[in-house]
């Protein structure tokens, strides 16, 4: 059975690895040729400045893709070695789920490129590019909160009961309730919701009021939920496991994907505010990119420091 798991484990990292490069090379090979038209250059850039624009967003994104791939192959190799235990299983689940998140970050970068290609192009397919877009971004982050949610879930379990567990969701379950909320008032006071005016610019959705809160609102905070649920399982285990070095070692784990899972949910509902950057300076807009990238990194690089130091208790 362990040395099945382990097989299991394998193949889907070395498929993951696969379709994650393969995707970071399309991402590559679009950002840079994608034309410069009048409409997807709102402010006038010239082909150099684009460009050097463009790798300075690439690189930092880069490292953050690279910190998390090295965290995947830790996470591995940390499972690997506890697999049979109960906590094994648990940190396995997490490590999936964060793969997921991993994986729709680079799907989203592709999709985000080939949009310039359909504006320049095919316009005649944008409406259908933007709903289909629109859907895995929901769906992927999903599935990836409701893995990681399982395994800190399991993990929980391993050092309380179901009970202490629930007692602990009351302050979360506001915070979660009160972002909603905003979230879906800033969303239907989108004006480009359904159709836009703006040249460059698509709709954000093309979708009827109805089935936007069906079918965007609804299964994004259930993701919320989920995430922020996976927190504080995450949080509770880290209090209450023993072993002193084990336990800071986990608190930095816990930390990295505390800021991934987080900085995945405030980009969601950063979202509902895209209309509002439009009459916001370039500047103000760069700096803004940069935080969030920033943001990114250290929390694929903490999450890769914390794995490093979990994996090397297991082999002393």
């Given amino acids: 059975m362990e040395t099945s798991a382990k097989k299991h484990s394998s193949i889907f990292l070395s498929i993951y690895i696969l379709v994650s490069g393969l995707l970071w090379i399309a991402y590559f090979i679009l950002t840079f040729s994608t034309p410069l038209t009048e409409a997807s250059n709102k402010f006038n850039l010239t082909l150099f400045s684009r460009t050097l624009l463009q790798i300075s967003i690439i690189l930092p994104i880069f490292i953050a893709w690279f910190a998390s791939f090295y965290a995947t192959i830790g996470l ?18 997490i490590g999936v789920g964060i793969s997921v998140l991993i994986f729709g970050l680079v799907l989203s970068l592709v999709a985000g490129s080939l949009r310039g290609y ?28 409701w893995l990681i949610f399982k395994g800190s879930y399991k993990l929980a379990l391993t050092v309380t009961d179901k009970k202490f567990i629930k007692s602990n969701r009351f ?31 698509p709709a954000t959705y093309y979708l009827s009021d109805l089935w936007i809160l069906l079918t965007i609102c609804i299964p994004y905070i259930i993701g919320w939920f989920l995430g922020v649920f996976s927190i504080c399982n995450l949080k509770i285990f880290t209090k209450k496991t023993t072993g002193f070095i084990y336990k800071k070692s986990f608190k930095r784990f816990n930390l990295g994907i505390t800021i991934i899972v987080g900085f995945s949910i405030m980009m969601q509902i950063l979202s509902s505010f895209s209309v509002s950057f439009r009459n916001i300076s370039f500047d103000w807009i760069l700096v803004i990119v940069y935080i969030i990238i920033a943001i990114l990194v250290a929390g694929y690089l903490i999450l890769a420091s914390g794995v490093n130091k979990l994996k090397d208790i297991e082999i002393v």
């Fill in 76 to 93: 591995k190799k940390y499972t690997d070695l506890i697999i049979v235990s109960e906590d094994g299983k648990a940190v396995r689940l």
């Fill in 118 to 145: 359909i504006l320049a192009y095919y316009t005649e397919y944008l409406k259908l590019f933007v709903i289909i877009n629109n859907y895995i971004t929901v769906a992927v982050p999903l599935v990836s909160y």
């Fill in 171 to 201: 302050f979360p379950i506001c915070i979660t309730l009160v972002l909603s909320a905003v979230y879906i008032v800033s969303l239907f006071l989108n004006p480009i919701r359904q159709s836009s005016p703006y040249p460059g610019t």
